[in-house]
């Protein structure tokens, strides 16, 4: 059971019990957000269900890798910056149980904006541009949780699995990107 604000906002399980009571109240403001671009043109669903997708699908996982360890403040930030090397680690000292969950978790983080962005915002509509998009997120956190010192390695693996995930994401979602996506050809003309 969840107890105290630290119970609901400082844990893995009151993050992902805050999540499933908020999925209501994200379809609530889809609906909203449709409802009120309806007037203005096509597309309302689409494209408030991306915006939503992206805060409800990316916050949780952000807010989870952001949570403070056991000596935050205490212990100075540490900084792997050799590619594989913590997989590796986690894989000989944690076991392939705890190597997958590593890896499935990082895939995640960014997995959201990668596939609902290039369906909000046609300039992200390649995967490329995703790849950068998620990069440049995942340092940003990475380098957060070094500054902030939350007792967490700023670890390369994490930023090259956070992209990699936010890029087969959008290849999962590639058949719903805009018809004028960058690295995509256009469609024929109907013929008249």
């Known amino acids: 059971m969840v107890k105290g604000w630290h119970g609901w906002l400082g844990t893995f399980n009151g993050v992902v019990l805050i ?24 597309m309302a669903l689409r494209m408030s269900l991306a915006e939503v997708g992206i805060v409800y699908g990316t916050v949780p996982w952000v807010w989870m890798i952001m949570l403070p360890g056991d000596q935050a403040g205490v212990v100075p930030g540490r900084v792997s910056l050799v590619p594989l090397r913590d997989l590796l680690t986690i894989v000989a000292d944690g076991g392939p149980l705890t190597a997958t969950v590593q890896v499935v978790g990082n895939l995640l983080v960014f997995a959201a904006l990668g596939f609902f962005a290039p369906l909000r915002f046609a300039a992200l509509a390649s995967v490329p541009r995703i790849l950068l998009l998620a990069a440049a997120c995942s340092v940003l956190v990475e380098a957060a949780q070094y500054v902030l010192r939350l007792d967490r390695v700023s670890s390369v693996d994490d930023v090259l699995l956070n992209a990699a995930g936010a890029g087969l994401a959008a290849l999962a979602s590639r058949r719903w990107w805009p018809a004028a996506a960058p690295d995509r050809p256009p469609r024929p003309a109907p013929a008249h």
């Open 19 to 42: 999540t499933m009571a908020v999925l209501p109240l994200a379809a609530l403001v889809v609906w909203a957000l449709a409802r009120r671009r309806r007037a203005t043109g096509s």
